[in-house]
């Protein structure tokens, strides 16, 4: 029976070619992937992930973590500034008890409040630091102090890690690249100079993956003291926003919304795949509210709760009833609100739950 629309699909082969090319790449440049699991929150992609040679996973809430250690994936980190209350506290000490665990800290106030809550428990931290996107992280020249802190609070420290999310910009790759890799080298410098190793040194993006391979060495370092990370996440299945910002082609992407058209009405295209469906987000650079996968010239104009009215560029226009598959700009927010994702496979569809849906904290 066929699948009422609206609902998400994928195409497994693509997936399967994304995450394999990422995992070689990765493999030639010697560092280690830990995928960021909140673009998928699926149990079987990130299995895809670990059997390909990721070497764990990162969330972003405890609820995430959670979820994925319950079904197997045992080495977790969260790479969030956790504020460890006594609700977490408590689920992050029955966490540590199935899977290794680390947190994020930005702050020698939350290193300490997470060592008084989770000292002794094995969990690990890495310091936050802010190489350019200016949301969350310490100063790079400060890693140090942080590290300090976490040690005073009997933490172990695992190491430094970034985000560079200011790379979702056009023309920026090389530059935010740079600059993450020469703050996470301060940053690895400010704690050595406590007397802590770096045992790990972790960054990464999507968009600045491809950057962050080029090297022998993703961070500069020639060394062998330090493992580096990468934790892209949206590479999986590409979405409008890296089509726009070249990092993938529409031959890459494997993830997108089947709609209906339910109104023609005064000429306008309107699909059953509203802001319920794709998420509202929109980049400064985006063209739109998304793209269709097989008109590269259409954008969607508007999103309401239930309607995309679209604007379906040259050539013949759609016809009521017709059913179009449309590319979200944002993979990570369209998953989020989804129960389940439609797996294409030999000319079939099964479904794979959305193992991590709506668990934000």
């Not at 050539?315 to 700009?329: F, I, T, Y």
Request: aromatic content about 4%; some cysteine; charged content about 20%.
């Amino acid at each position: 029976m066929p699948v009422p629309t609206p609902h998400l699909r994928v195409d497994l082969d693509r997936l399967r070619h994304n995450v394999r090319r990422a995992a070689d790449h990765a493999a030639a440049a010697r560092v280690a992937l830990r995928p960021h699991v909140k673009t998928h929150k699926s149990i079987e992609i990130a299995r895809l992930q670990l059997v390909s040679g990721a070497r764990g996973i990162t969330v972003a809430t405890v609820g995430e973590a959670e979820a994925f250690a319950r079904l197997g994936c045992t080495d977790v980190f969260i790479a969030y500034p956790v504020w460890v209350d006594d609700d977490r506290a408590a689920r992050l000490r029955d966490l540590a008890e199935i899977a290794r665990v680390a947190v994020g800290v930005d702050s020698a106030q939350g290193a300490a409040n997470t060592g008084r809550r989770l000292g002794g428990t094995g969990i690990e931290v890495l310091v936050e630091i802010d190489s350019g996107h200016h949301r969350t992280g310490v100063a790079p020249e400060l890693a140090g102090v942080v590290a300090q802190a976490a040690r005073r609070a009997g933490l172990p420290v695992r190491g430094v890690f970034t985000f560079p999310g200011h790379g979702y910009a056009p023309g920026a790759v090389a530059e935010v690249a740079a600059a993450e890799a020469h703050s996470l080298r301060v940053a690895r410098r400010s704690v050595e100079a406590t007397g802590l190793p770096v045992r790990v040194v972790s960054g990464g993006s999507t968009p600045t993956l491809a950057a962050s391979l080029s090297g022998p060495r993703a961070y500069g370092d020639d060394d062998d003291t330090a493992e580096v990370e990468l934790r892209p996440g949206v590479y999986v299945f590409g979405d409008a926003q890296q089509w726009e910002l070249g990092t993938c082609s529409p031959d890459d992407i494997a993830l997108t919304a089947r709609a209906t058209v339910v109104s023609v009405a005064g000429g306008r295209v309107v699909l059953d795949t509203g802001s319920k469906v794709l998420g509202a987000d929109r980049a400064s650079y985006a063209s739109g509210f998304g793209r269709l996968m097989h008109r590269p010239d259409a954008r969607i104009l508007s999103l309401s709760e239930h309607h995309a009215v679209v604007d379906a560029g040259p050539g013949r226009a759609p016809r009521l009833g017709e059913q179009l598959d449309v590319v979200p700009n944002h993979a990570c927010a369209a998953v989020n609100l989804a129960d389940e994702l439609w797996v294409e496979e030999a000319g079939g569809l099964r479904p794979w739950p959305v193992t991590a849906r709506g668990l934000n904290s």
